[in-house]
Nanobody
């Protein structure tokens, strides 16, 4: 079984920074992509950032230039550096990964970590 464990959420003032970490563990043959989604109260879950196995990245327009996603392939870890945080960034952030255990890749989610940005 594959597990995604997130860390790094918390409370920060507007303009501050946080770094989220997501570590994948278990029987992993390859990781096709890792990404972060977020869900604010009363809103749908939305993509924040994603990094593909070739290193290419994609960001939501609202975070472009402020957030940076990176991967440590040796540790099966994805990081999300969040700078210049705004109150509207407040949400539960979920790690997502497309992982193959040797066969067809599966879609996995972390348990979520709360990010709260105060004004």
């Amino acid at each position: 079984q594959v597990q995604l464990v997130e860390s790094g959420g918390g409370l920060v003032q507007a303009g501050g920074s946080l770094r989220l970490s997501c570590a994948a563990s278990g029987r992993i043959a390859s990781i096709n992509a890792m990404g972060w989604y977020r869900q604010a109260p009363g809103k749908q879950r939305e993509l924040v950032a994603i990094i593909i196995s070739d290193g290419s990245t994609n960001y939501a327009g609202s975070v472009k230039g402020r957030f940076t996603i990176s991967r440590d392939n040796a540790k099966n870890t994805a990081l999300l550096q969040m700078n210049s945080l705004k109150p509207e960034d407040t949400a539960v952030y979920y790690c997502n990964a497309i992982i193959s255990q040797g066969g067809y890749p599966g879609n996995y989610w972390g348990q979520g970590t709360q990010v709260t940005v105060s004004s």
